[in-house]
């Protein structure tokens, strides 16, 4: 999960640098990439509950 949110930032940073990038596509890509990320958190969170219950 988080070397696909590392990939897409990646896509973005590209397609800015060559000034070949359509805005609309660039914010769609990135909320996606913040929603992965965000989905990530939310998993590594629980992770650790789960683990912390455990004990």
């Known amino acids: ?4 949110c590392a990939a897409a930032m990646i896509a973005v ?3 800015y640098r060559s000034k070949q990038f ?3 596509i660039m914010l769609k ?3 996606v990439t913040a929603g992965f ?3 990530a958190v ?3 969170w ?3 509950r789960v683990a912390q219950k455990k004990e």
């Open 29 to 31: 890509l990135l909320a």
């Open 22 to 24: 359509d805005v609309d």
């Open 42 to 44: 939310a998993i590594e």
């Open 13 to 15: 940073a590209a397609s």
């Open 46 to 48: 629980q992770r650790a």
């Open 1 to 4: 999960m988080r070397i696909f």
């Open 37 to 39: 990320f965000l989905v």
